[in-house]
Nanobody, 127 residues
Framework: QVQLVESGGGLVQAGGSLRLSCAAS????????MGWFRQAPGKEREFVAA????????LYTDAVKDRFSISRDNAANTVYLQMNTLKPEDTAVYYC????????????????????WGQGTQVTVSS
């Protein structure tokens, strides 16, 4: 089991940037691939980005592929989501999630693959 705490959300104008952080409690952080998901008001939660245990593999949803960047610092037990050129449609609660995997290169975009979730951080983009 791993506890996840997100931070870095807030209110930003369209075109601006934010960096989300997710701190993990696990001593074995490197056993987990990590993902970011988001849920906009009235919509289902959706996949945003994921990164493998080593950080060598990443995966993005098409809507953010050229604007967002996921990274991790295994020494600090932290995963980041750098969000640039933000749009009003990026407004959502952003969740960090951990996926215990065996293969170091593996990343998933399906929610059911993730066993541990943070409480979420609100991102609001004004037009």
């Amino acid at each position: 089991q791993v506890q996840l705490v997100e931070s870095g959300g807030g209110l930003v104008q369209a075109g601006g940037s934010l960096r989300l952080s997710c701190a993990a409690s696990a001593r074995t952080f490197t056993n987990y691939a990590m993902g970011w998901f988001r849920q906009a008001p009235g919509k289902e939660r959706e996949f945003v980005a994921a990164i493998s245990r080593s950080g060598g593999s990443t995966l993005y949803t098409d809507a953010v592929k050229d604007r967002f960047s996921i990274s991790r610092d295994n020494a600090a037990n932290t995963v980041y989501l750098q969000m640039n050129t933000l749009k009003p449609e990026d407004t959502a609660v952003y969740y960090c999630a951990a996926d215990r995997v065996v293969l170091g290169w593996l990343v998933h975009k399906e929610e059911y693959e993730y066993d541990n979730w943070g409480q979420g951080t609100q991102v609001t983009v004004s037009s």
